[in-house]
Nanobody, 125 residues
């Protein structure tokens, strides 16, 4: 499965960068996968955060993180990142990375085939 890392406990306004490494099973075809980040806050359903196309040219964000979060990928290293700036307490959640065979970017969870174990992000006020 995908390996997410980089979470932690920070104060509001701080930054974190999450990383997600591809499993060996897809490293040879990593550039054929769109990648995404989702998050699940306590007591809430998991929601889409951001996605990036296989080549990194296209990306998409939910409105609440636009201008604060940036998704990027390094296909040579087989890693996707989520740079999170100006963090808010409402960003507190477990963050998951996900992958799907390249197609039109989608926010739909069921379209993603591979998932990571999640990394906890906690933002204190």
């Amino acid at each position: 499965q995908l390996q997410a890392s980089g979470g932690g406990l920070v104060q509001a306004g701080a930054s974190l960068r999450l990383a997600c490494a591809a499993p060996r099973a897809i490293t040879s075809t990593y550039n054929q996968f769109d990648m995404a980040w989702f998050r699940q806050a306590p007591g809430k359903e998991r929601e889409f955060v951001a996605a990036i196309s296989w080549g990194g040219r296209d990306d998409y964000y939910i409105d609440s993180v636009k201008g604060r979060f940036t998704i990027s990928r390094d296909n040579a290293k087989k890693v996707v990142y989520l740079q999170m700036n100006s963090l808010k307490p409402e960003d507190t959640a477990v963050y998951y990375c996900a992958a799907r065979r390249a197609s039109a970017l989608t926010t739909r969870q069921s379209s993603y085939d591979l998932w990571g174990q999640g990394t906890q992000v906690t933002v204190s006020s």
